[in-house]
């Protein structure tokens, strides 16, 4: 059983920062992929950011600039570093992973989610 634990998220005021930190445990050959999206009240959930195993990474236009995404690959633990927050950046932001049971399987797990609101 594959369990991700995201922590981090909390109330912060505009232009702060916080740090989100999203760990995966269990049953795990390797991880590819991991990210973090977000989903705030009324809207689909969207993209923030992607990071492959290589350290590869990718941004949504909207925080490009602001956030950036790491990860420590023997810890199977990804990050979020979220800088000069603004109030629409308030939303639940999930972690993803994209875990690997063996070299050919593989499926996505989502974690819990962890809120994050910017105060105006």
């Known amino acids: 059983q594959v369990q991700l634990v995201e922590s981090g998220g909390g109330l912060v005021q505009a232009g702060g920062s916080l740090r989100l930190s999203c760990a995966a445990s269990g049953s795990i050959f390797s991880i590819r992929a991991m990210g973090w999206y977000r989903q705030a009240p009324g809207n689909q959930r969207e993209l923030v950011a992607t990071?492959?195993?290589?350290?590869?990474?990718n941004y949504a236009d909207s925080v490009l600039g602001r956030f950036t995404i790491s990860r420590e690959n023997a810890k199977n633990t990804v990050y979020l570093q979220m800088n000069s927050l603004k109030p629409e950046d308030t939303a639940v932001y999930y972690c993803?992973?994209?875990?690997?049971?063996?070299?050919?399987?593989?499926?996505?797990?989502w974690g819990p989610g962890t809120q994050v609101t910017v105060s105006s």
């Open positions: 993803n992973a994209e875990i690997h049971y063996t070299s050919a399987y593989y499926r996505p797990h």
């Open positions: 990071i492959t195993n290589t350290g590869s990474a």
